[in-house]
């Protein structure tokens, strides 16, 4: 069994919750599901504005992901497993593999929003790699990194 509170998660934040109360920005764990051979898939919710107030452009948050899937794969390798927009446009899924210490993650997510603020291009956005390559902005991407960053 997962002990999430050891992982340094606060444990009144796991799993679903009232969208009326989540705080934003906020990483929070969704889940934590353990495999028969022991493997631990972990589903973390990056919540970059506050639901139902606040919604980020399709091309800031498009642009986000791209920032976060080559973050993600750069930084852990081998935990890594994928990134996904939420479709309420407030915030992105990440999805771990056997890594679920707060620490580590909110670490390398620091990290990578230190990343984007000295980035020159958007990653992943020639159009072999995007299936709407033109729908990103590097401007709005940095603005969004230093705002997120400014409220830690």
Known sequence: MVNVEELGWD????????????KAPHVK??????????DVVYS????LTLPNMEYLPITVLHSFEHFLLAGF????????????PMGCQTGLYLVLLNEGSAEVICGVYENILNDI???TEVPYTHAS???HFENHSLDQA???????LDSK
């Open 11 to 22: 444990v009144r934040t796991v799993g679903e919750l009232d969208h009326m109360i989540l």
């Open 73 to 84: 794969r750069k930084y852990m390798p081998e935990n890594f497993v994928c990134v996904a």
């Open 117 to 119: 603020l000295s980035a």
């Open 29 to 38: 764990l969704r889940s934590a599901m353990e495999g028969a051979k022991g």
């Open 129 to 131: 790699e995007c299936g």
């Open 142 to 148: 940095k603005d969004l990194a230093r705002r997120l």
């Open 44 to 47: 973390i919710d990056l919540r």
